[in-house]
């Protein structure tokens, strides 16, 4: 069965970003019947924090995001130290006693040298007496895993045939000399014993994909076929990462984008597909397909993704969106939502019309006197669906006006807007006392 991990570290909210991941890794099991496990890469205990794990599950699930299973990489400590006494036994891993000071210097050397800055590998010559001397002082090793220096070749679900030459790589740190776990090492082991089948992560991790090939071997495992998507930038061309802080799914959320306008872009952002909206998770399964993301780096367009959320709520009956209507503490009709929806880009904008139709607005038609006719023409008696017809017609025979000299002034003293809702609708959903409310306003 295939079985996927989305494996963030609770050290911030996620951003959309990482969620690019996650929804491609769920969209992959779900379309193929397999597994989405959720692992949480908690080996970091200075920066983890409860808060953002909660606040990962939070936003998954208002994402409509389920995971099959949750894993937390802090219960297992012990299973680490074991792979790690596998590797020093085949002599694939090694103790190094070097500070961060000293690697630096080594690192500037090389660098004034011409030469690429990739570990030297002197502690493989440390003795045994060396290193029991080292240890007797109290200097506690860090721990690197001994690469060979051959091509690692791979089939990428996404890049195609992929090389990297091990050569140019310093061999990795798997445990840092306070004992913390580094993510090389862990989660190659977390995907063995889980029986991980598909690694789908951003592109970046390419050259530590090549690194945990050969951990998977040195551990006597295959490794599970790899994909790496190349990373979103904005729409100059620019890497997203200087603006992760304004593009969280949590701030996202606070200003009234929709799950699926974000999860449609998301799905369909880095592919030969067209970008359009999706009513609900369902669909974009069923359209999923890993071999149609490009190996050019997408772009997210803000705007795009707000037009999206306008042709959502287009979508949307009002049964389909009652239950955040409901969250604006605002008695909402049908009536209400089926005249604004087609103007809204955010949930935020119910508000904005809510106040326009039924609250205080400052007049911007200062000709009263046609403010006068339009009252004076205004139907007495009940409001129907000819009501505006009706109003307009009359209007025109006692002003003179017709078309847009008769519509423009009319919306904009009843909205203040020059734009909005048809006007034969919004009439009847105003009523009679706000419009001549309206009308009579001076303001």
Request: include cysteine.
């Amino acid at each position: 069965m295939i079985k996927v991990r989305f494996a963030p570290s609770p050290t911030g909210y996620l951003h959309i970003g990482n969620f690019r991941t996650a929804l491609v890794n769920f969209l992959f099991a779900r379309k193929n019947n397999g597994h989405f496990m959720l692992r949480i890469d908690d080996t970091d205990q200075e920066r983890s924090l409860l808060e953002y794990e909660n606040a990962i599950k939070e936003d998954l699930s208002w994402m409509n995001i389920g995971w099959d299973s949750i894993e937390k990489q802090s219960s297992r400590l012990a299973c680490y130290d074991d792979a790690l006494q596998i590797l020093l036994n085949k002599k694939r891993a090694y103790p190094c006693f070097e500070t961060a000071d000293e690697l630096s210097l080594k690192r500037k050397s090389q660098l004034s040298s011409g030469k690429p800055p990739i570990y030297d590998r002197s502690a493989l010559k440390l003795s045994d007496s060396d290193i029991a001397d080292f240890k007797s002082k109290g200097k506690k090793p860090h721990y690197r895993f001994l690469l060979k220096h051959i091509d690692v070749n791979w089939n990428d679900l996404i890049k195609g045939n992929s090389k990297y030459n091990m050569s140019n790589l310093s061999d990795p740190v798997i445990l840092r000399e306070d004992g913390r776990v580094i993510y090389t090492l862990a989660s190659v082991v977390d995907d063995i014993d889980f029986k991980v089948t598909d690694i789908l992560r951003g592109e970046d991790h390419m050259t530590n994909s090549a690194a945990q090939i050969q951990l998977f071997e040195a551990l006597e495992s295959f490794p599970p076929r790899l994909g790496h998507l190349s990373l979103l930038t904005d729409i100059s061309g620019e890497g997203l990462s200087k603006r992760l802080g304004s593009l969280s799914l949590r701030d996202l959320r606070k200003e009234g984008f929709q799950p699926m306008a974000l999860s449609s872009l998301l799905s369909k952002v880095g592919t030969s597909d067209a970008i359009d909206v999706f009513k609900n998770i369902n669909y974009i399964i069923k359209d999923f397909d890993i071999n149609k993301f490009g190996k050019s780096k997408p772009k997210f367009d803000k705007m795009e993704l707000s037009n999206l959320n306008s042709k959502f709520f287009q979508l949307m009956n009002y049964e389909d969106i009652f239950d955040q209507l409901n969250n604006l503490d605002l008695k909402i009709t049908s009536e209400f939502w089926n005249l604004i929806k087609g103007n809204i880009n955010t949930l935020n904008d119910v508000k904005f019309w809510w106040n326009i139709i039924y609250g205080k607005i400052k007049s911007i038609n200062d000709d009263q006197e046609f403010k006068h006719l339009a009252l004076k023409t205004l139907p007495k008696d009940s409001f129907d669906k000819s009501t505006w017809s009706t109003w307009t017609g009359l209007l025109m025979k006692e002003s003179g006006r017709k078309g847009k000299d008769i519509f423009k002034p009319l919306r904009l003293s009843l909205t203040g807007e020059s734009n909005g809702p048809e006007m034969a609708n919004l009439v009847l959903t105003m009523g009679r006392d706000k419009i001549v409310e309206r009308l009579n306003n001076k303001d």
